[in-house]
């Protein structure tokens, strides 16, 4: 994993290497590794009767402890228990490959075979950073033991021999250690696990799945998975030093990405990591396909590669001066000080003991997660400010929209009281009224009736419509019909006019603004059509569907833009023509809708009567 473990994965490749040539063993020989035990690198062939013929040159040694290189033959171990109590006598073997083991009892000398037994991974190795695991030989009596170790790759192994006596007080002590930093973690699994129910943060599920990689990675280095959980499964004690390092690393990896947002703020150091889990799942894929110690030179390289980024992360950002920086680092800096303790031990520059150097890398460990949660706190309680900080501003947003929106509806009310006072337009009433007492004094009531009542029918309409913000396309074309009526009847038929309403339209379901046609059709009569003098005035009024957007067209053939012009500059033709772009410029401003609005000569190549020709296009207002 991404840890610092840069001096011990550079000591562990050069010495490595020191190790097979120094302490290479000639075949036919023995080494003393204890009181009472020795080696013999023989031949795979050698019988249990030949290795016994050889122990005439065996002299017992004070060392208890003695690591071997890499051997191609096979190995018998030779153990004196006759003069020791009776008791139970603890073996670690520490070849990963290594598949079982026999044990001979010596009784008259003549080796007996007694046990015949397949090994339990992992064994101890010292060179590849892997647990120890203890066996139990027989116990109810004392004699001499022959132990011939089988391998899949016939590599021999160092072994460390001790009794019952001896190993409880290590035991007992391993097993508090390892309860101290298991029973940690899964606290610090289930308090994480509580708050990610309730604030559903990514981080804290990464930092779970972080958590778990370091209980399967340090209860593989204990031996505690292999003892107690996966007992039974060949498979993860086989290939648990190519499973677990990497997974953890791979995590890892991901963790600190997502913890100091390298992705936005490093996008270098993004890449690194990436290449740091890239370099893992190579070992992974290296320690289960083939027998070399490839798959460890690339975990090992993977250490320190990896190291160097998250140190280098670290780093800038405690200088960036982020807090989650600082504690990053200084949980960086605790599991180094481990690893090199442990590293320290384990080339017997330290005191040694087997099950006494891993707690430096455990302690170290310990301190590196907490120190890391420490550091996601910290990056939660800052993404909750951003987090309160982006809601505070959301909210300052929201009231200055709703304030913009009480001054859009009131210039929209404003606007609307404006149009109203267009389209009653005090001359248009005025004239209505002349009219009705023209038809009486002229005695044609039956004329008079019906004017009065449209009259009456229109400024009812326009009433209730006042306070419509829009009307269906039948309600608008109603309203444009009462009112050209009205100015036909009083003009005596000075003009026609003309509507054109395509059929596919929905006059019920489709929504226009209201006050907007009807001024332009007041121009059109009053500023284009009366100043014709022949009679032949034409007002065209059409809507038809184009593409999904209401088109409207209000055209007259009378003198033009040109001519009309200078005339247009009465207070109520120039509050109709303010009213129409206030109101067109408000809608498409608060996003209630689009209009367009054009202005062209119908008939350019009349020069006399070239009209006038506006077109309307309203978009979004289909369905309102």
């Known amino acids: 994993m991404p840890h610092p473990r840069i001096f011990y994965s550079m000591l562990v490749l050069l010495l490595g290497l020191s190790y097979q040539s120094a302490w290479g063993i000639e075949e036919g020989r023995f080494i003393n590794v204890g009181k009472d035990g020795l080696y013999l690198h023989l031949p795979t062939t050698i019988s249990a009767e030949e290795a016994l013929s050889l122990l005439d040159e065996f002299q017992p040694s004070e060392r208890e402890v003695y690591t071997l290189g890499v051997s191609k033959e096979a190995l018998w171990v030779y153990l004196d228990l006759s003069q020791r109590e009776r008791g139970c006598y603890y073996l670690s073997q520490l070849e990963p490959r290594m598949t079982s083991y026999k044990v001979f009892e010596v009784e008259g000398g003549t080796p007996h075979e007694v046990l015949h037994t397949g090994m339990s991974l992992p064994f101890r190795s010292r060179h590849m950073n892997i647990s120890p695991m203890v066996y139990k030989l027989p116990t109810n009596s004392e004699g001499i033991y022959l132990l011939r170790f089988e391998s899949k790759n016939n590599r021999t192994i160092p072994i460390y021999l001790a009794d019952n006596v001896g190993l409880t007080d290590y035991v007992d002590k391993q097993s508090f ?93 993004h890449r690194l990591l990436i290449m740091t889990a890239g370099f893992y799942a190579l070992s992974f894929l290296l320690g289960h396909f083939t027998e070399s110690k490839i798959g460890y030179i690339f975990t090992h390289g993977a250490n320190v590669f990896g190291s160097i980024v998250v140190f280098i992360a670290a780093i800038r950002t405690f200088f960036r001066g982020s807090i989650t920086g600082r504690y990053v680092l200084m949980g960086w800096l605790f599991l180094a000080v481990g690893v090199i303790l442990y590293t320290l031990t384990e080339n017997g520059l330290m005191d040694y003991h087997y099950m006494v150097s891993l707690h430096y890398v455990q302690m170290g460990s310990a301190f590196e997660v907490l120190f890391f949660s420490f550091a996601l706190s910290d990056r939660i309680n800052r993404y909750k400010e951003e987090r309160v900080k982006a809601e505070m501003e959301r909210q300052q947003l929201l009231l ?50 019906t004017y009065l009542t449209k009259f009456a029918r229109l400024i009812r309409m326009y009433l209730d419509t006042s306070k419509e913000r829009y009307l269906t396309l039948r309600k608008e074309i109603e309203l444009l019909t009462l009112y050209t009526e009205l100015e036909h009847m009083r003009f005596e038929d000075k003009f026609k006019v003309e509507w ?121 207002f289909r369905d309102e």
């Open 177 to 269: 250690i390892n309860g101290l930093y298991f029973g940690l973690l899964i606290i610090m699994i289930l308090y994480n696990s509580f708050i990610y129910i309730s604030v559903r943060d990514i981080n804290y599920l990464i930092y779970i799945i972080f958590l778990m990689s370091m209980i399967l990675l340090m209860g593989y280095m204990t031996g505690v998975l292999q003892q107690y959980i996966f007992a039974d499964c060949i498979y993860l004690k086989t290939y648990g030093s190519a499973i677990y390092p990497q997974l953890s690393g791979i995590i890892v990896a991901l963790f600190i990405m997502r913890l100091l947002k390298t992705r936005t703020d490093a996008p270098v150091i």
């Open 400 to 449: 200055e929209a709703s304030r913009r929106e009480r001054e859009t509806t009131q210039r929209l009310a404003d606007m609307e009281s404006k149009a109203l006072r267009a389209q009653m337009n005090p001359h248009f009433v005025f004239n209505a009224l002349e009219a009705i007492r023209y038809y009486i004094q002229h005695n044609e009531p039956q004329q008079a009736e």
């Open 500 to 620: 054109n309403i395509a059929e596919d339209l929905d006059l019920d379901e489709t929504h226009i603004p209201s006050m907007i046609i009807q001024p332009l059709v007041e121009n059109a009569i009053n500023h284009g059509l009366l100043d014709r003098m022949d009679d032949q005035g034409l007002l065209y009024v059409g809507f038809r569907d184009i593409d999904g957007d209401l088109v409207v067209v209000v055209a007259d053939n009378g003198v033009g833009l040109g001519a009309t012009e200078g005339k247009r500059n009465d207070e109520h033709t120039s509050l109709g023509r303010t009213l129409i772009r206030d109101r067109i410029h408000t809608l498409q401003q608060t996003g209630l809708g689009e209009v367009t609005k054009d202005y062209a000569e119908w008939e350019p190549e009349n020069q006399e009567y070239p009209g006038t020709k506006v077109t309307l296009v309203f978009k979004g």
